[in-house]
């Protein structure tokens, strides 16, 4: 964009899914559903494992975690589109913008690190059972999650602040149901290289290293079951893991699949909606995938709404 376009601005305009004004109700009471079924399910979980003493454990104190950060994810872009929608007004300010931005990638890159470190936890129990409670201690345990913390408010505060910089055109609508990093910087007159380096960095850094952990693990793991000589301890060792590794696939998946589709049809607007995949369905599908394929979980959370009817 040409530099003598540069203006001080107050606010940006989300174009969201569609501009289709007959499509808007429709939008509302699928996403005003899926939000709800996210925060209640994720709330289901996290009062199951801290009301049952059996649920204190390493890999229960990772997933009521996981389940906190994921309601902090879609609650910082669904009730800001339910707003726009709601009021007709597409206008989101200069200063929310940035917030949005930030939280954003701050509870995005916090999922990726807690899908590892629970990836890691399960290697430990399956790979080194013995030492397993040793190993993982709550100091340990809360240390990683602390250090998942740091590391993610580390990214998305770099990230935000190299946004403040950028000067803006006159062009301030963003073809997203949110302020993505990506489509905020494509909005500014100045040259954006330092931006996009950072982007791609911190993606290849945070990206390969928490990938690369979750595959080590894996592999690991799968090498120790295969070297269990019965059917069932196989089985078994199987199941403790394989709630997390659906959750694990679901996740990337949608995200590659996000970034794969964008870029074959180039449209922001086609990128938006495939991008609903991983900041609303999947955190919406995580409890279910815990609940259904977990035995314990599903006595807590019996237990829970038991003790809420009466």
Not at 27 to 33: D, V
Not at 123 to 149: D, E, N, R
Not at 207 to 219: E, F, K, M, N, V
Not at 237 to 260: I, P, Q
Request: proline letters at 4%.
């Amino acid at each position: 964009m040409e530099p003598g376009n540069e203006t001080p601005i107050s606010e940006f305009i989300l174009l969201g899914l569609s501009n289709e004004p007959e499509l808007q109700p429709l939008i509302f009471g699928l996403f005003l559903t899926m939000y709800l079924i996210t925060v209640f399910g994720n709330l289901l979980i996290i009062l199951a494992v801290s009301s049952d003493s059996h649920l204190h454990t390493p890999m229960y104190f990772f997933l009521s975690n996981l389940s906190f950060v994921d309601i902090c994810f879609i609650s910082t872009t669904i009730p800001k589109m339910l707003k726009n929608i709601r009021t007709q007004n597409k206008v989101i300010t200069y200063e929310g913008c940035i917030i949005q931005m930030h939280f954003f990638i701050l509870f995005a890159t916090l999922d990726v690190f807690l899908l590892t470190v629970m990836a890691y936890d399960r290697f430990v129990a399956i790979c080194h059972p013995l030492h397993y409670t040793v190993i993982m201690k709550p100091q340990v345990c809360g240390l990683l999650v602390l250090l998942s913390w740091i590391m993610s408010a580390l990214n998305s505060l770099i990230q935000s602040v190299m946004v403040l910089w950028l000067p803006f055109c006159t062009d301030l609508e963003i073809p997203h149901f949110f302020c993505e990093v990506n489509q905020v910087v494509q909005l500014a007159c100045s040259d954006t290289f330092l931006n996009d380096m950072l982007m791609y960095f911190a993606t290849g850094v945070y990206g390969g290293i928490t990938l690369a952990g979750i595959l080590y693990s894996y592999s690991k793991i799968v090498s120790s079951i295969l070297g269990i000589s019965s059917a069932r301890g196989k089985y078994k060792a199987f199941s403790t893991c394989a709630s997390h590794l659906s959750v694990v696939s679901l996740f990337y998946c949608t995200v590659l699949g996000v970034y794969l589709s964008s870029a074959a049809t180039h449209s922001s607007q086609s990128s938006a909606v495939a991008s609903v995949m991983y900041t609303v369905v999947t955190p919406m599908l995580n409890p279910f995938i815990y609940s259904l394929r977990n035995k314990d979980i599903k006595r807590a959370l019996k237990r829970v709404i038991g003790m809420a009817a009466i």
